[in-house]
């Protein structure tokens, strides 16, 4: 329902970039948005478009630097027109919105929350020829030329994208690991690559990690307790260090060992594994010495 609607409908007539900040409360957490020269597009907020928002809207120099030009509270539709230095700003009526535009910036936002998969209508386990077959089929239905729907051009767009990145192996199993991985640390497709996606260079790493992690935790607790006791500074001091050294190593190599960037490489450069446990430990040497060392003072 227009009634309801809240969006502002942007073009960019200046020589220069336009940059746009969206956010409710929080300016510091604001989505960004940059419109280049001679383009137009929608920003909204919500599912159906419906939540009030905040937009900033700035000139962009070529060294970057940012001028604002206008600060809108978005609670019904709008329509801003920047020009060099300046912008006007007007409210939409509902019979002059550009049904097209909005359209396009919703099929965007579809893609944005679908795979490739599912352009094509296939199952993530699909063989190159459903691959192919799929395409094709889509290809004919979407193209152009037979298809007169306005947004088919999008469409057609997007299915060739999905084919391409599905059709070469090495392309396709980087695909799959960003979509297991692409929503960070919190999320549980992080979580099925750390612990259900292994290969033998992985294991060998995540294993020698853990091992010295546990390890060196054992001796570096030990230590911590035994300093008071009166065994001796130099020798608290050495198994703190020998201790933290362990124990940081491990976090350093299990940090890289599960990370997306190593998935991507299926764990085989160990140079990086390596470098990353081996300055761990250097920090970890000392962190552990003061530790001891403090722990012994104090006792």
Not at 38 to 54: K, L, S
Request: glycine share 8%; hydrophobic share 40%; charged share 20%.
């Amino acid at each position: 329902s227009h009634a309801k609607s809240c969006w502002v409908n942007i073009e960019n007539l200046s020589e220069g970039a336009v940059l746009v900040k969206k956010f409710k409360r929080i300016d510091f957490l604001a989505y960004k948005r940059v419109f280049h020269p001679q383009e137009t597009g929608v920003i909204t907020e919500g599912a159906n478009w419906d939540v009030p928002f905040v937009a900033k809207i700035f000139s962009m120099t070529s060294d970057m630097k940012t001028k604002l030009l206008l600060k809108l509270q978005v609670n019904k539709i709008y329509k801003v027109v920047v020009y060099n230095d300046r912008c006007s700003c007007t409210t939409l009526p509902p019979d002059k919105v550009d049904k097209q535009l909005c359209a396009y910036e919703r099929m965007e936002e579809i893609w944005e929350k679908s795979t490739y998969y599912e352009n094509l209508r296939i199952p993530p386990t699909a063989t190159k020829k459903e691959i192919r077959v799929a395409y094709l089929k889509l290809a004919r239905e979407y193209h152009p030329d037979k298809n007169q729907n306005p947004n088919a051009p999008l469409m057609f767009e997007r299915i060739v994208e999905a084919y391409n990145t599905l059709i070469d192996d090495e392309i396709r199993r980087k695909y799959d690991i960003h979509l297991r991985t692409d929503d960070g640390a919190f999320c549980k497709s992080y979580w099925r690559q750390v612990f259900y996606f292994w290969n033998r260079d992985k294991a060998f790493q995540v294993g020698i990690s853990t091992m010295l992690t546990i390890t060196g935790s054992v001796i570096l607790l030990s230590s911590l307790l035994a300093a008071p006791t009166g065994v001796g500074l130099p020798v608290a001091l050495a198994t703190g260090a020998i201790g933290g050294g362990l124990f940081a190593s491990g976090i350093g190599g299990l940090s890289i060992a599960l990370s997306r960037q190593s998935a991507l490489e299926d764990n085989c450069l160990y140079r990086r594994w390596l470098k990353y446990s081996f300055w761990y430990g250097v920090a970890g040497t000392a962190a552990g010495m003061f530790s001891a060392g403090l722990s012994g003072l104090i006792g």
